[in-house]
């Protein structure tokens, strides 16, 4: 990964909402081969940053620099190739297309963190086709290298299209509802380190720990540990800063594409994140 910085998506923190899809999200959830061509164009993403680090990456005076320079401008010119023949331009997002309209080299600190983070999502989209069968803990985030893998770059996409599978909508909708209240320990994190007030009528742990006490009913989390969320077999509160922005960057990328998913959006871009959550005082 590149850097620990979590996405800057669309988010609203509100009390007052159970976490369920609103009625007009619930017979809307994308169709398969939109979410199968979708995981292509983040597969397309996350090999252009490949190729954009390993450029970056370079040593002066290394022997291998020359290998290296010539290996990405190949791969480079091989993936504009197989965009172009298998028409998955016209899948990308505005923002996709404005990455591959720079020129190689040119990527940013910013375009490479989002590339970066982008492997969160296509996980989750891959777990969605059941490629992944088994969505990682949210304190460990998705492998490159496996993902990478399974997209056939370079090669006629049928296949993939053709084998992908579907998940139920109510396990993909279980998994959304998961995602939202990782995503919601992370913006109460967040609150806390800033001094905001905490909901009204309650405390910050005493909402944190009605919160992880039906999450745990639900079976959206292991059980608590000190009555707060387990992360890196601890307490969420008491990971470090680093580790904390990890946790909020998984969270968010993961209910993003959910969200996606579930219909909370047609346009990749376009998807909320809000975090719509039930706890009383």
Known sequence: MNGLHAPAKQTNLTRYAIIKPMPDQLDSVQDADDVAYRALCLGAVIMRGIIETTLRTLKPDSPDNEDRLRWSHQAAVQLNKWLVDEKLYAFFSPTEHALFRKEITTWDAADLRYSSWAVESLGTVMWALEVVQTMPPYDRHFEVNPLVHDIPFYKDIGEFLWNAGYRSDRDLRQERATSEVWHWRAEIAKSQKIGAPPPAG????????????????????????????????????????????????IASYRHFALNWICGFAVEWDDTPTPIRIQISG
């Open 202 to 249: 309650l405390t910050y742990e005493e909402a944190i720990q009605q919160q992880a006490q039906h999450a745990r009913q639900r079976s959206i989390i292991p059980s608590p540990i000190d009555g707060d969320f387990p992360a890196f077999q601890k307490a969420y509160g008491d990971a470090n800063t680093a580790e904390q922005l990890q946790l909020e960057a």
